[in-house]
């Protein structure tokens, strides 16, 4: 048998000396095959990715044992650059592609490597074969381009050096299902190509589909592996990340009653009112984002917002929130008109979020970021706080404690002391709705709030949302693409598509309903 | 924040420049024979042991200046070899203690805290914003404080020497100079391009008294040291009609002026302040413009001047430095040794060479003859009038060494009404 | 009109010299992240070498010797100094370069001494006359110059592969070093150009109209510094546009004092920081800047 094009032996990684994020960590790529490593969020996966890549030490990470082989040879002590030129490239999480750059200059600065001008247009052109859609927004900055196409647009980019080894980081992130699915098939004529790749998924579904072999990574070290098929099989996966057996939402809220329901309380008496969103419509330049939509969120209750990439759910959230101004049309938030508030105001009408690309700070540490969001609540000035009253102290001990109630909800209890900078895309998410959760809403937005965790972490969300929602009594606004997440938690789902609105109605309506079949969700859900 | 820093920092050092000069008599036989003095009936103080006198020198051997300070340190340095070589002042050899201060307030005022009870006296504090933080501290220490410029701001110090006269009384003279001799007549516009600062509005001051007195109007134009393109000046004066131009700036200022002014066909008399002119001017593209049209006005005598006082200070030089730049620095620099020595013998005379005898001589000199390293005769009896009110007019010539060539002194009506302090 | 014009066509190229040294501003910027305060002494180092070789070598040659010792000084600046920073924080290395820049500065001034040292340009003091707008040779060579140099800059980053990599480089370095772009390549080109840019900046800012190289050159580099800031930090149009802003309004302002007195004197020193902080109110990033702004 001959050495496969990429083994890796042994590996541990460290981030700044202390967090062992990888631990004797073995796999190995045969030349010419797909292999997914699965695995919850924290589990080391994109570390891996980066180990692999030669890229640790721009995040502070370093291989303290073990080793990285590429076709036959070492990597270490090369560069990521080293790394390229043997044949091998990443396509980062998030995309990350250049945004200023036209979509020709990305594809420029992906092919950087490769000195031969007719070897660059010849991978240009195979770029653009697999990618029509590219080749027709060639002087496109990348920035305007969709997700999905930006997601494309990373893959093309990565695919100029005509690589031996591909390595995709959570190519489906934040991706509505229909384009998840023509992902996964462009990961296939990629590698029917000759390319191999090394895949990271939290959508194992889609992972386990394109891929031989698979390896699941729990906490830093790889505890299953095995073909595809056969890791598939077993009733971990199927569990865990796959999600088989979706709920229906009654089995859930009778099944799992959240443990940490009890402890919550609102320090101060509000009810969660209507939402009335009426003939909203929001421009930006000549491109029109929203146009005219209505929809209402009873007080109480989950209403979803579900739609392709570039329909118009994140701007419509950001109208909620105050930051972007509708162009026409009026939110009524109960009685108060949110359209004509700046988003202080609205936030203290009991309106919180989180968003898409997350907004922590780094730095500190997750109970401090969970802090910050209780300020709206505090009592105690700032200047009792600075002089260390008794009363504050008292208060800063309550504070606390109602801190750590809300993250033994969500799990993240165990990262409180941790910097959020150490944390994985998942956790960070978590964090942030927990930050949302410390400010007591009655309304929460919540923008993709299960994007990058796996079918278990998801379900945890949903229930600590569940949970959260019965306690407090509050109503929720999502936008999500994963749609067992969306299907079991809300009670009203309306569907948007370039900016307008399709369809509405309870899940089971909107599930059958052939405009969203066609639109959003595609073959699979059928 | 960093560019106004160094703004402010250029144009102290400019102001050094210019204080840093300061005359005195050459061998002006001040009656009392020093050097016959006997020790023993003489009160000494600080910086005055049996055989040594110790005075100090505060300048900018690291900062901005530091060419220009080097030079005056060597000429002073030569100076007292060669008194000691002749017998030194009261009997005691000279000794200079040269402090470096890199142009900052806060490291001069340090120094001079550790240099004060070591010196009888200060030659020199170089810099407008050094000398000005140190001069309310040697007053109250009663400490003789020379070549600090020509700033109007020391004649509100007893114990401090103006080598000549203020700037005012500079640009006064200028205004009367251009009425007088160039020809300017009255109802003419005289534009006045002047640092922003002592020294610059000190000239402004002198030149807009002098207009009003002469029946001129002055056009003026404000800028820092950091503009060395004076286009936009240029064409300014240009459209107001000036028929002359007064430069209270330094040599970049000048050198862009004069030659935009020329090759905008605007030939005026351009009249600078002492500290105006560098000899290198004369080499960069302005040198021919420079030729035709500017002159300057100085407290002291340019490198050039025929007259005894001047042609020892050059023979010094050129014993002490014979490859240094030459230019007012040199003159300078030995005129303020010589005004220092004559307070330092006139002390030993009355029998009180203490910091405070010191300056009791300097104030009691009313008749000083420096032998052409100032225009005339100096009187240091009155602390709140400059020791002389007239200056040398001298144009800028590539045959002369110095770069200037002398055409003579000047005290006009405006400069000896013009009112100081 | 003419003497409008003459004040207008002073600006545009005393502008075009500010853009030069405003683009270098922000090509370092955006290759390394550094505020790069020792750009005023790289400056005064091109300028410098040109006017004490002019002399021995000749003129040009002495004009190549500058720009590539400009360049050359950036390189190792950054190669020394900036590369070897633990952390990468904005605020360390700028006050690092603030400590370059008194180090060369003291030893420039040191060697200069309070001369004015010519730059022996074949132009020198002559002026070209045209439709009654009167203008220095030299500044309308300088201006000239600087279109063209903008127009290679423009070929550079929007037509060569390394350019199109140190635009992405300077966009996400952690993604173009995936992409197998060296960052430390990129960013010592980043230097490199700033320097070269900076010293033809300088050789024009020592001709006629003004004396020569002084250690006060080095100072005027920071009057690039607000058309830098308004043009947005990190984009090279704008630096270009803000440098042509800030000339003009400058010229203007000295050209028109004796109008605008009521305003004060010394307007010219005072404009160029009014209309940044006026474009700045206007529009927080600049008239260029990537938009930081919240985006959901």
Not at chain 1, 423 to 446: H, I, Q
Not at chain 3, 247 to 272: D, I, K, N
Request: hydrophobic share 45%; aromatic share 6%.
């Amino acid at each position: 048998m001959p050495d496969p094009l990429l083994s890796v032996e042994d590996l541990t990684v460290e981030y700044g000396g202390a967090v062992r994020a990888l631990r004797g960590v073995s796999l190995s790529v045969e030349a010419g095959s797909v292999v997914a490593v699965l695995g919850s969020n924290g589990a080391g996966k994109t570390t891996l990715l980066r180990a692999v890549s030669q890229s640790l030490g721009s995040v502070g990470g370093r291989v303290t044992a073990g080793r990285v082989r590429f076709d036959g040879r070492d990597l270490a002590r090369h560069d990521a650059s080293a790394a390229v030129r043997a044949g091998l490239v990443q396509v980062p999480e998030g995309r990350r592609i250049f945004r200023d750059l036209t979509v020709e200059e990305n594809l420029r600065a992906g092919g950087y490597t490769v000195r031969d001008a007719r070897a660059r247009r010849a991978a240009t052109e195979r770029v653009f074969r697999l990618f029509p859609i590219l080749a027709e927004r060639r002087h496109q900055r990348g920035g305007l381009l969709s997700g999905g196409q930006q997601q494309m647009l990373a893959m093309g980019r990565a695919l100029m050096t005509s690589p031996k080894l591909l390595l995709l980081d959570e190519p489906s992130l934040g991706l509505a299902p229909q384009l998840v699915e023509q992902i996964g098939d462009i990961i296939e004529q990629i590698h029917a190509q000759g390319t191999s790749v090394l895949l990271i998924e939290q959508n194992a579904a889609m992972g386990l589909r394109v891929a031989d072999r698979a390896y699941v990574l729990e906490v830093g070290v790889v505890s299953t592996r095995g073909s595809s098929a056969e890791l598939a099989a077993t009733d971990e996966i199927r569990d865990r990340y796959l999600g088989v057996a979706a709920p229906d939402t009654d089995h859930v809220v009778q099944d799992a009653p959240p443990a940490a329901a009890a402890h919550l309380q609102r320090s101060t008496p509000a009810r969660a009112q209507e939402l009335r969103v009426e003939d909203l419509t929001v421009r930006f330049g000549g491109i029109t984002a929203l146009s005219g939509v209505s929809f209402t969120v009873g007080a109480g209750t989950v209403h979803a917002l579900i739609g392709p990439n570039g329909a118009g759910k994140s701007t419509c959230i950001n109208v909620l929130g105050g930051a972007y101004r509708a162009t026409s049309g009026t939110v009524h938030y109960g009685d108060a008109a949110v359209t004509s508030l700046p988003a202080h105001r609205i936030a203290d009408l009991g309106v919180a979020r989180t968003f898409q690309n997350i907004s922590l700070s780094l730095e500190a540490s997750v109970e401090d970021n969970l802090l910050v969001g209780r300020h709206r609540v505090m009592r105690t000035r700032t200047s009792a706080q600075a002089l260390r009253l008794p009363r504050a102290r008292r208060e800063e001990r309550a504070e606390r404690a109602a801190v750590r109630r809300i993250a033994d909800l969500l799990g993240i209890a165990p990262l409180l002391d941790r910097a959020v900078h150490t944390l994985s895309y998942g956790d960070r998410k978590r964090v942030e709705m927990g930050r949302a959760l410390a400010s007591e809403p009655t309304l929460l937005l919540l923008d993709e709030p299960v994007a990058g965790m796996t079918h278990g972490e998801s379900a945890v969300m949903a229930d600590a949302i569940r949970a959260v929602q019965r306690e407090l009594g509050l109503s929720v606004l999502l936008v999500e693409h994963d749609m067992p997440f969306v299907m079991g938690l809300a009670e009203r789902v309306t569907v948007l598509d370039f900016g307008k609105r399709i369809a509405e109605g309870t899940p089971r309506e909107v599930q059958r309903d052939p405009e969203v079949l066609r639109a959003y969700l595609g073959t699979a859900a059928a | 924040m960093k560019h106004r820093i160094r703004a402010a920092l250029a144009l102290a050092g400019c102001a050094a420049v210019l204080a840093a000069c300061s005359t005195e008599d050459p061998n002006a036989g001040q009656g009392g024979t020093a050097q016959g003095g006997s020790a023993g009936d003489v009160r000494t103080g600080t910086g005055v042991t049996a055989d040594t006198i110790t005075v100090g020198m505060l300048t900018d051997l690291s900062g901005p200046f530091a060419a220009g300070a080097a030079v005056q340190v060597a000429e002073t340095r030569a100076y007292y070899e060669k008194v000691n070589a002749d017998g030194g002042i009261c009997d005691r050899d000279v000794q200079v203690d040269v402090q470096d201060h890199g142009y900052d307030p806060q490291k001069a005022v340090a120094l001079y805290r550790s240099m004060a009870s070591n010196v009888v006296a200060l030659q020199q504090v170089l810099g407008g914003p050094t000398s000005a933080a140190v001069l309310p501290l040697a007053q109250a220490d009663g400490l003789y404080l020379g070549g600090h410029g020509w700033a109007g701001v020391a004649l509100q110090y007893e114990n401090a020497q103006i080598p000549g006269t203020t700037y005012g009384i500079e640009s006064a003279n200028a205004i009367d100079y251009l009425v007088d001799e160039l020809g300017v007549a009255p109802g003419g516009k005289v534009g006045v391009v002047y640092f922003v600062g002592d020294y610059g509005n000190d000239s402004l001051a002198g030149a807009q008294y002098a207009a009003q007195q002469r029946g001129l109007e002055v056009v003026p134009q404000e800028i820092t040291p950091r503009d060395t393109d004076l286009t936009a000046q240029a064409s300014a004066l240009q459209q107001a009609g000036v028929s002359a131009v007064i430069l209270g700036a330094a040599p970049a200022q000048l050198a862009s002026l004069a030659g935009v002014m020329s090759a905008q066909g605007l030939n005026v008399p351009i009249i600078g302040n002492t500290p105006t002119f560098g000899p290198s001017l004369l080499q960069t593209p302005a040198g021919p413009a420079l030729e035709q049209n500017f002159y300057t006005v100085t407290s002291i005598a340019p490198f050039s001047l025929d007259k005894p006082g001047v042609q020892a200070a050059r023979e010094l030089y050129a014993t002490a430095a014979p490859d240094g730049e030459t230019g007012w620095e040199v003159p300078l620099a030995y005129a303020q040794a010589e005004l220092l020595t004559n307070a330092l013998r006139g002390a030993c005379d009355a029998g009180d060479l203490t910091p405070e005898g010191v300056v009791t001589a300097m104030r009691g000199t009313a008749d000083l003859d420096t032998e052409g390293l100032f225009a005339t005769p100096m009187d240091f009896t009155d602390p709140a009038k400059p020791p002389t009110r007239t200056v040398y007019v001298s144009r800028a010539s590539a045959q002369a060494d110095g770069g200037l060539e002398v055409l003579g002194t000047v005290e006009g009506p405006s400069a000896q009404s013009f009112p100081v302090g | 009109m003419s003497y409008f014009l003459t004040q207008l066509a002073n600006g545009l190229s005393y502008g075009l010299i500010l853009g030069l040294i405003a683009v270098g501003f922000v090509i370092v910027f955006t290759s390394t992240g550094v505020l790069n305060f020792a750009h005023g002494s790289v400056l005064l180092t091109g300028a410098y070498l040109v006017a004490v070789l002019h002399d021995p070598i000749g003129f040009w040659a002495a004009v190549v010797v500058g720009i590539a010792g400009a360049a050359l000084l950036g390189v190792l600046i950054n190669a020394v100094l900036v590369r070897n920073l633990a952390e990468a924080n904005p605020g360390t290395a700028a006050i690092l370069m603030l400590g370059v820049d008194i180090l060369l500065l003291t030893e420039l001034t040191r060697r200069i001494g309070n001369r004015v040292l010519p730059i022996g340009a074949p132009w020198g003091a002559d002026v070209v006359t045209l439709g009654g707008v009167t203008l220095p040779t030299s500044r309308a060579v300088a201006a000239g110059l600087a279109v063209l140099v903008f127009g290679l800059l423009w070929f550079l980053f929007a037509r060569t592969g390394f350019g199109v990599a140190m635009r992405a480089a300077a966009a996400d370095g952690d993604t173009a070093s995936l992409m197998g772009i060296r960052l430390s390549r990129t960013g010592a080109a980043g230097w490199a150009l700033a320097g070269a840019l900076a010293a033809i900046a300088g050789i024009f800012l020592a001709s006629f109209p003004a004396p020569g190289v002084a250690p006060a050159l080095a100072i005027s580099a920071f009057a690039a510094i607000p058309a830098w800031v308004l043009g947005g930090f990190d984009s090279v149009v704008g630096a270009i546009v803000g440098g042509l802003i800030i000339g003009v309004v400058t010229a203007l302002a000295v050209g028109y004092e004796t109008q605008l007195h009521f305003l004060g004197r010394g307007l010219g020193e005072v404009v160029p920081y009014a209309v940044m902080i006026l474009v700045l109110l206007v529009r927080p990033s600049g008239l260029f800047g990537r938009e930081e702004a919240v985006r959901a």
